[in-house]
C-alpha cells in the first residue's frame, strides 16, 4: 500500500521483489526493508546493486555472466573479484549458520570460474594506467611537493607491493632487480615520467633540480573535476577563447571519459534519424565516435528518446559525467581571464543540469508545471525574464493568450516562494565584472542562495 509500483505490489503477493537502479528511491527502500525482515524471500536485482546492497542472503544466483560495460564499450566477463563480491552475500555468519552460492554460465566458461575459484590467481595492480591523475590529486592537495614525497607515496601503494613480487608484469626486467634490489631507481623513474607529463599539460610545475612539484590552477581543477591527464591535454590544444557552439561540443565530445564508446552497424539508421534533430553541427558525422557522442549529448541536453538498448547504456554513461566536465571547462575558462567563453561555459553548465538550450526559455526547467504551448508561446514572442517581471499578470496573461495563465513565478530576488523540489538545498550564481572592449574579467565573486537567506551586499 505504500508503492504505486503495481509491479512491486504484484510480485509482493507471490514473496518476490526487484531492485534496480530505475525505481524510485522510496520504492527501493522499502524493497530493502521487506528483504531484511524477511517477507520477501526471492530479491531479483541487477548486478550492479548485488554488490552495493548490504543485504544478507542464505543462496546468491548469478544467472549469466556476461554484463554490458559502457566504459569497455561492449559485453564483459564478469570479474573473479565481482563474483566473490556476490557470493559474500550468502551465509553470513551474524544471519546464518551456512550460505550457497550459485554461477549459472555458459559451458566454455565453466572451466574458467573454476579454475578462477579454486586456483586463487593473484591480482595485479592497475594504477600505473592512472598514475598522473593519482599524482596530480596528491599535489593538489598538498601532500606530495617533491619528489622524495612522492617516492615514499608510491611506496605505500600496492602497485610498489606487486612491482617488488612480480617485476616482469610491469616491464622490469631481472638486470635492473639484481642492480637495484629495493626499486628505488625505477620508483624514481615512475614519478618522473608523470611529473615531466604532467608538466607539460600545465597541470603542475616539476622543477628538476630541485625535485619539488608546485601545482597550477589547471591541476587543481583537474583533480577538484575528476578530470583525466589526457582530457586536459586535448582541451589545451581545443579551448579557444572564441569558440562555437558546436565546436564546445565537439571538444567534450573528445575527452577521454569517452575514449571507450564505440561505433556500432546496428546503430547507424538511428544516429542518422537523430541527427536530423540534433540543433547543432555534428562535426565527423554520425559514422564516427566523436560524431556519435556529439548527438548523445545534443539528445541529453535536448531530453530526446532513444530506442536502442546500447545507445541509451552509452548515453546514461555519457551523462554521467557531462556536467563534471563542463563546470571544469568553465572554471578553465574563468582563471584564464575570458569573459566571453566564461560566460558561454556557464550557459552550457546551466544547460546540461537543466536540460535545457541557453537559446531555449528559462522557465522550460519548470515545465512539469507550465505546459509546452505556453512556453513555445513565451519563445516565439521573445518574453524573457526581465520583461515579464515588469509585466502585470493581465498582460502575461494577454501576451500568451491564456489569461488564466498570467502568473509566473520569477527567479530574480530572494523574493519568491522556495520549493524543494526546483530549487534544492541552494541556488548559486556566479558575480563578474567585466570589460566589454577587452573581454576581461576584473573581478568575480560566488554567492549561494540559501532558504529564507536574507539579500547580501556586494561591494567592489
Not at 200 to 222: H, P, Q, V
Not at 438 to 459: A, E, G, I, R, W
Request: proline share 3%; net charge negative; aromatic share 10%.
Amino acid at each position: 500500500m505504500k508503492s504505486r509500483n503495481r509491479e512491486l505490489v504484484g510480485l509482493f503477493d507471490s514473496g518476490l521483489g526487484i531492485h534496480h537502479a530505475g525505481m524510485l528511491r522510496s520504492d527501493r527502500g522499502l524493497t530493502e526493508r521487506l528483504f531484511a525482515d524477511g517477507l520477501l524471500k526471492v530479491l531479483v536485482c541487477t548486478a550492479t546493486l548485488a554488490w552495493g546492497v548490504n543485504l544478507p542472503a542464505h543462496t546468491v544466483v548469478i544467472k549469466g555472466t556476461q554484463i554490458y560495460d559502457p566504459k569497455a564499450g561492449g559485453w564483459r566477463d564478469l570479474g573473479m573479484l565481482d563474483v566473490m563480491q556476490i557470493f559474500g552475500r550468502a551465509g553470513r555468519p551474524q544471519f546464518d549458520k551456512s550460505g550457497e552460492g550459485i554461477i549459472i554460465t555458459s559451458h566454455d566458461k565453466l572451466s574458467h570460474y573454476l579454475r578462477l575459484l579454486t586456483s586463487q590467481l593473484p591480482i595485479e595492480s592497475q594504477f600505473i594506467n592512472s598514475l598522473k591523475d593519482n599524482l596530480n590529486a596528491e599535489v593538489a592537495l598538498g601532500t606530495v611537493t617533491n619528489m622524495k614525497e612522492a617516492c615514499a607515496w608510491l611506496g605505500y601503494t600496492y602497485l610498489f607491493i606487486r612491482m617488488k613480487m612480480n617485476p616482469l608484469a610491469y616491464g622490469i626486467g631481472w638486470d635492473e632487480v639484481v642492480a637495484d634490489p629495493s626499486l628505488g631507481l625505477k620508483q624514481r623513474a615512475f614519478i618522473t615520467d608523470a611529473a615531466r607529463a604532467l608538466d607539460k599539460a600545465k597541470m603542475m610545475r616539476f622543477d628538476e633540480k630541485s625535485g619539488n612539484f608546485y601545482c597550477t590552477e589547471l591541476g587543481r581543477i583537474a583533480s577538484h573535476f575528476y578530470i583525466q591527464y589526457s582530457s586536459v591535454e586535448t582541451y589545451n590544444e581545443m579551448l579557444k577563447r572564441h569558440m562555437s557552439d558546436s565546436e564546445v561540443i565537439d571538444m567534450v565530445a573528445h575527452s577521454s571519459e569517452f575514449e571507450n564508446i564505440l561505433v556500432r552497424e546496428e546503430e547507424q539508421m538511428e544516429l542518422e534519424t537523430s541527427a536530423r534533430e540534433c540543433p547543432l553541427e555534428i562535426k565527423g558525422g554520425s559514422s564516427s565516435k566523436h560524431g556519435k557522442i556529439s548527438i548523445l549529448i545534443q539528445l541529453y541536453i535536448s531530453r530526446g528518446s532513444i530506442d536502442s538498448f546500447s545507445l541509451i547504456s552509452d548515453a546514461a554513461y555519457i551523462s554521467a559525467s557531462l556536467a563534471r566536465i563542463m563546470r571544469a571547462l568553465f572554471e578553465i575558462c574563468l582563471r584564464r581571464g575570458w569573459s566571453e567563453m566564461t560566460a558561454f561555459m556557464l550557459e552550457y553548465c546551466k544547460a546540461v543540469d537543466r536540460q535545457i538550450w541557453p537559446h531555449q526559455h528559462p522557465l522550460r526547467q519548470f515545465d512539469r508545471d507550465i505546459s509546452l504551448e505556453i512556453l513555445r508561446k513565451l519563445e516565439d514572442r521573445g518574453a524573457e525574464l526581465d520583461r515579464l517581471y515588469d509585466m502585470e499578470e493581465k498582460d502575461i496573461g494577454a501576451l500568451i493568450r491564456y489569461l488564466p495563465g498570467g502568473k509566473v513565478d520569477l527567479l530574480i530576488t530572494p523574493d519568491f516562494t522556495w520549493k524543494d523540489r526546483f530549487h534544492g538545498a541552494a541556488q548559486r550564481w556566479w558575480i563578474l565584472v567585466e570589460v566589454l572592449c577587452l573581454l576581461q574579467v576584473l573581478l568575480l565573486d560566488h554567492f549561494s542562495l540559501l532558504q529564507f537567506k536574507v539579500p547580501v551586499q556586494f561591494s567592489f
